[in-house]
C-alpha cells in the first residue's frame, strides 16, 4: 500500500507536466479520407464508436518514439504516445454521422478503487470536441482495470441502434479480467460489436492479453502503436474500423419479364412489443424509454384487434417475494404509462415474473441489467 500511495502522489505531482507536453508536440496532418467516401471506394459501416484510453501508472513509463518534425525519437510518457496516436485516430476519420464516447480507466484513485470515467459522449460525434477530451485525460491510478472500462463501454452502446466499435489504446500489461469483459460485451451486443486494439509499447505478455480481447469480441483487430503512428498507416486502420467492401455494380438489365402479380402477405404480428429497462431495485420508467412507449402505443392503437399483456421482471438478487412484488410494479408503472398515452384499460394485463424469466442468465452487472425489464407481449383478442 506505502508504494501505490508514492505512485499515486507522484502521478499527481506530474499531471500538469504531462498535459503540457502534449500540447506543444507537433501535431500529425492527418490524411483526408472523404474523397474516397464520397466517390464510394469507401462505404461506412459503423454507427457508434467508443475509445478506450489506458490511464494507469504503466502508462506514465517513459516511451521513445519517432514523430513527425523530430530528427531524433522523442522521448515521452506511454499515455502522451497514447493520446496523439488517438488523436490521430480521431483526425483520420472522414465525415460521417456517428455517436462517439472516450473513456479511459485506472486502479486506486487516491481513498477510490478501480475506477472508469466517461470524458466525451455519448454524444453525436464533433471531431474538434473529441479531439480537446482526448488531451483532457491524465494518469491518475495504480492498477489496470480494462473490465471495468469494457463493462461501461458495454452499456454506453448496446441500447444505440447500428454496428459499433470499440478502440483500446492500451500497454495490455496486467489486465487479469479484461478477456472475461470481451466476451460478455460481445454476448451482449452479437453482431453489433467489433474491438480493436492498439498496443502501447511492445510487452508481450501485453501483445498476447490484447490479442485475447480482440478475438473474444470475434471481430476487430490487434495492431501496434508504430503500424499506425504515421498518416498512412492511421488512414488505413481508420478505414478497417469504420468502412464496409464497397457494394458490386449491378448487373447488366435483362429484358423485364412478364411475370404474375405477387401477392402481398399482410404483415407478421410480433410476439412482443420493444421492452423496457430499470434501475436496480426501482420501478421508475426512465425518461429515455418515452419513445419506446409511445412506438409500443402507436402499434396498439393501429392493431385494435391486439391486446398486451406486460410482464415486470427482476434480476437475480434479492428474495423470490420481495422480487415478484417489484416485478408486478414494473409492470403496472408501464402500464399507466400506456393508458396515458391512449390505450384502454380493458388492453392491459400487467403480471409479475419475479425473477424467473431471466433474459441472460451469467452472474454479472452486464446480464442483471438486461433482466430488470417490462416486456410487453401481443395478445390476440
Keep these: 500500500m506505502r508504494n501505490k500511495a508514492f505512485i499515486l502522489i ?9 498535459a503540457g507536453c502534449a500540447t506543444t508536440m507537433k501535431h500529425i496532418q492527418a490524411q483526408d479520407m472523404n474523397q474516397k467516401l464520397q466517390s464510394g471506394a469507401i462505404v461506412q459501416k459503423i454507427n ?4 478506450i484510453l489506458d490511464t ?9 518514439w519517432s514523430h513527425y518534425g523530430y530528427t531524433d525519437k522523442l522521448k515521452t510518457t506511454k499515455l502522451e504516445y497514447a493520446q496523439s496516436l488517438a488523436r490521430l485516430f480521431n483526425d483520420s476519420i472522414p465525415n460521417m454521422k456517428l455517436t462517439a464516447g472516450l473513456r479511459d480507466f485506472t486502479g486506486e484513485r487516491w481513498l477510490r478503487r478501480d475506477y472508469t470515467n466517461l470524458w466525451y459522449g455519448m454524444a453525436p460525434y464533433v471531431k474538434e470536441d473529441l479531439g480537446k477530451a482526448i488531451y483532457a485525460v491524465n494518469i491518475s491510478g495504480v492498477d489496470s482495470p480494462l473490465d471495468l472500462a469494457i463493462d461501461a463501454a458495454t ?3 448496446k441500447l444505440l441502434a447500428g454496428k459499433s466499435a470499440v478502440i483500446i489504446f492500451s500497454d495490455g500489461v496486467v489486465m487479469p479480467k479484461a478477456v472475461t469483459s470481451a466476451q460478455a460485451m460481445k454476448a451482449a451486443m452479437k453482431e453489433n460489436i467489433c474491438i480493436y486494439t492498439v498496443q502501447i509499447g511492445n510487452d508481450p505478455e501485453g501483445k498476447a492479453l490484447l490479442q485475447k480481447v480482440v478475438k473474444a469480441g470475434d471481430c476487430g483487430a490487434y495492431v501496434t502503436g508504430e503500424e499506425v503512428s504515421s498518416a498512412a498507416g492511421m488512414a488505413a486502420f481508420v478505414e478497417k474500423v469504420f468502412s464496409g467492401t464497397p457494394p458490386p455494380p449491378p448487373p447488366a438489365q435483362a429484358p423485364p419479364a412478364v411475370v404474375p402479380p405477387v401477392v402481398v402477405p399482410p404483415p407478421e404480428v410480433p410476439k412482443k412489443l420493444e421492452a423496457i429497462y430499470f434501475d436496480f431495485d426501482k420501478y421508475v420508467v426512465r425518461p429515455e424509454y418515452g419513445d419506446t412507449l409511445k412506438r409500443n402505443a402507436e402499434w396498439l392503437q393501429a392493431n385494435k ?7 415486470g421482471n427482476c434480476d437475480e438478487r434479492g428474495t ?13 408503472a408501464a402500464a399507466e404509462h400506456l393508458m396515458d398515452l391512449g390505450i384502454g384499460k380493458d388492453r392491459i394485463r400487467g403480471v409479475s415474473n419475479g425473477e424467473k424469466n431471466p433474459a441472460c442468465t451469467e452472474h454479472s452487472a452486464v446480464c442483471w441489467t438486461q433482466n430488470r425489464r417490462a416486456d410487453f407481449v401481443v395478445l390476440k383478442r
Design 10 to 18: 507522484a502521478t499527481a505531482i506530474c499531471l500538469d507536466l504531462v
Design 48 to 51: 457508434n464508436f467508443e475509445v
Design 56 to 64: 494507469s501508472a504503466s502508462m506514465y513509463d517513459p516511451h521513445k
Design 155 to 157: 452499456m454506453d452502446l
Design 305 to 311: 384487434d391486439f391486446d398486451i399483456r406486460i410482464e
Design 320 to 332: 423470490s417475494e420481495y422480487n415478484m412484488a417489484l416485478g408486478q410494479r414494473r409492470a403496472d
